[in-house]
């Protein structure tokens, strides 16, 4: 997914189909093991931050990125929340570009709450789920969020589609 550096959401839909299978004879679901996310630029690099105004200044830029089980209207402003029902998972990155007025790329970043690893998976039980992303208009190109996840087919049980009532509207 390609968010461009104007604060505008954009949203992409990763379909599962192949996956998960709710009406068959044999149903199954998808477990979500961990989730990785790179923020690059559209050549695969690091993307850079715009110039600050001046020497010993500097700039910084966020992106955001947000994957959920239900689709949210692309008019809100806001990015989903883990507090969310719906939400998998979500991760920022704030950047500077230090303390020299040129473009340079990330010298610096911190980031949200990222969990890598998800200790008993994430049961998803729908056809599709939704990557969010947003970027600032601090970045002097559009942030691509690239998602690698490691999943896991599994029988619908009784006790799974409990959690997935539980877990997702």
């Known amino acids: 997914m390609t968010a461009p550096a104007t604060q505008a959401r954009a949203v992409t839909e990763i379909d599962l189909g192949a996956y998960v299978n709710l009406g068959s004879t044999k149903p199954q679901v998808l477990r979500i093991h961990s989730i990785q996310v790179q923020f690059a630029d559209e050549e695969g690099l690091v993307p850079t931050v715009d110039a600050a105004a001046g020497a010993g200044e500097f700039k910084s830029a966020f992106a955001c990125v947000a994957m959920t089980t239900k689709e949210f209207a692309l008019a809100s402003p806001k990015m989903p929340f883990l507090s969310d029902d719906e939400t998998v998972y979500t991760r920022s990155i704030v950047s500077s570009n230090g303390e020299t007025a040129v473009n340079q790329g990330i010298t610096s970043g911190e980031t949200d709450l ?50 997935l009532a539980l877990s997702q509207n």
């Open 114 to 163: 990222a969990p890598q690893h998800l200790t008993n998976g994430y049961l998803v039980g729908v056809d599709t789920l939704y990557l969010y992303g947003v970027a600032d208009d601090a970045w002097a190109e559009s942030v691509v969020m690239s998602v690698c996840m490691e999943c896991s087919i599994e029988p619908a049980t009784r006790e799974n589609a409990i959690n």
